[in-house]
């Protein structure tokens, strides 16, 4: 189907994987509040602003086919788990110096997503796809072997989010009212963190007239407004090119954590990045084959 309009496109989806690939900036600014403490306000301020949100960008009809399928309720709640688990191990990452780990979680999760769909879902793996996820394999084993523990911050950031899309797969339901419906879900437990940590940055009445607190409060728009130019990027863009443009993000990432932020790129996590490099690139020609083959 030819794209309505691909100028557009791009531009909504630059932005979007912009966006997320300088999230650390924003983490880094607030990096003196604990990152549990960052999460339950992302969780509190996306569950307010993503509800406004809904009652301008209208998604009609989307309750009432939540209310008739109850089950989607209970998978978004699972899903809701695992974005928190995500969002959690992300803002941990970027506020203690293992910016490269976190993108190099981010490389392997297109990759994590094929594994996925042939472990779960049952679907047949191409041979160049086999390839992909070979030499995404040797790079996380060399790390291990280099290292001498996983890059447990990457795998769980690519496994959280795989399974994050996998499960979601099974909730038909639009990225916006499904955001919202997640954090809505978290927002019980996030009231009761407060309320059971009185000592929390957040918890002090002079904490609220820093400006450390209305970062906390950006956190909402933070993670709706990319979400938000994806979607509309994907209405104008076909998928496989966004699923091209998303290796910007860690592209990001990875440039901040060294170039910014002083991180060392040791010769071994730069081997284990080569791999990696390597298994999205016979990825991204597979797809593009595939596609050229279907149209």
Request: glycine share 6%; with cysteine; hydrophobic share 55%.
């Given at each position: 189907?030819?794209?309505?309009?691909?100028?557009?496109?791009?531009?909504?989806?630059?932005?979007a994987?912009?966006?997320?690939?300088?999230?650390?900036?924003?983490?880094?600014a607030?990096?003196?509040?604990?990152?549990?403490?960052?999460?339950i306000?992302?969780?509190?301020?996306?569950?307010?602003?993503?509800?406004?949100?809904?009652?301008?960008?209208?998604?009609?009809?989307?309750?009432?086919?939540?209310?008739?399928?109850?089950?989607?309720?209970?998978?978004?709640?699972?899903?809701?788990?695992?974005?928190?688990?995500?969002?959690?191990?992300?803002?941990?990452s970027?506020?203690?110096?293992?910016?490269?780990?976190?993108?190099?979680?981010?490389?392997?999760?297109?990759?994590?997503?094929?594994?996925?769909?042939?472990?779960?879902?049952?679907?047949?793996?191409?041979?160049?796809?086999?390839?992909?996820?070979?030499?995404?394999?040797?790079?996380?084993?060399?790390?291990?072997?280099?290292?001498?523990?996983?890059?447990?911050?990457?795998?769980?950031?690519?496994?959280?989010?795989?399974f994050?899309?996998?499960?979601?797969?099974?909730?038909?339901?639009?990225?916006?009212?499904?955001?919202?419906?997640?954090?809505?879900?978290?927002?019980?437990?996030?009231?009761?963190?407060?309320?059971?940590?009185?000592?929390?940055?957040?918890?002090?009445a002079?904490?609220?007239?820093?400006?450390?607190?209305?970062?906390?409060?950006?956190?909402?728009?933070?993670?709706?407004v990319?979400?938000?130019?994806?979607?509309?990027?994907?209405?104008?863009?076909?998928?496989?090119?966004?699923?091209?443009?998303?290796?910007?993000?860690?592209?990001l990432?990875?440039?901040?954590?060294?170039?910014?932020?002083?991180?060392?790129?040791?010769?071994?996590?730069?081997?284990?990045?080569?791999f990696?490099?390597?298994?999205?690139?016979?990825?991204?020609?597979?797809?593009?084959?595939?596609?050229?083959?279907?149209?």
């Amino acid at each position: 189907m030819q794209a309505a309009n691909p100028r557009l496109g791009y531009i909504l989806g630059l932005t979007a994987y912009i966006i997320w690939g300088l999230f650390p900036l924003y983490f880094k600014a607030i990096a003196s509040v604990p990152a549990v403490e960052i999460i339950i306000h992302r969780v509190l301020w996306s569950a307010l602003f993503g509800a406004l949100l809904l009652m301008v960008w209208k998604h009609p009809g989307w309750w009432r086919e939540l209310r008739e399928n109850p089950k989607r309720l209970a998978i978004l709640a699972l899903s809701g788990t695992l974005i928190a688990a995500n969002w959690l191990t992300y803002v941990w990452s970027v506020n203690n110096g293992r910016m490269l780990e976190a993108s190099l979680g981010y490389y392997i999760n297109p990759l994590i997503n094929v594994l996925l769909g042939m472990l779960i879902l049952g679907e047949r793996l191409r041979r160049m796809q086999w390839v992909a996820v070979g030499l995404a394999t040797i790079g996380v084993a060399q790390q291990v072997w280099q290292v001498g523990s996983l890059p447990w911050v990457s795998l769980m950031l690519a496994l959280s989010f795989g399974f994050y899309g996998l499960i979601r797969k099974q909730a038909p339901v639009k990225a916006l009212p499904g955001l919202v419906v997640e954090t809505w879900m978290l927002v019980p437990i996030a009231i009761a963190w407060l309320l059971f940590n009185p000592t929390a940055h957040s918890a002090q009445a002079e904490f609220w007239t820093t400006s450390e607190a209305w970062w906390l409060v950006a956190a909402g728009p933070v993670t709706l407004v990319p979400l938000v130019c994806f979607n509309a990027a994907a209405r104008h863009l076909p998928y496989t090119t966004l699923g091209f443009l998303q290796y910007l993000a860690p592209t990001l990432v990875l440039l901040q954590a060294v170039l910014l932020f002083g991180e060392h790129l040791s010769s071994a996590t730069l081997m284990a990045f080569m791999f990696i490099w390597a298994g999205l690139a016979v990825y991204s020609i597979d797809a593009w084959i595939s596609l050229r083959r279907r149209n």
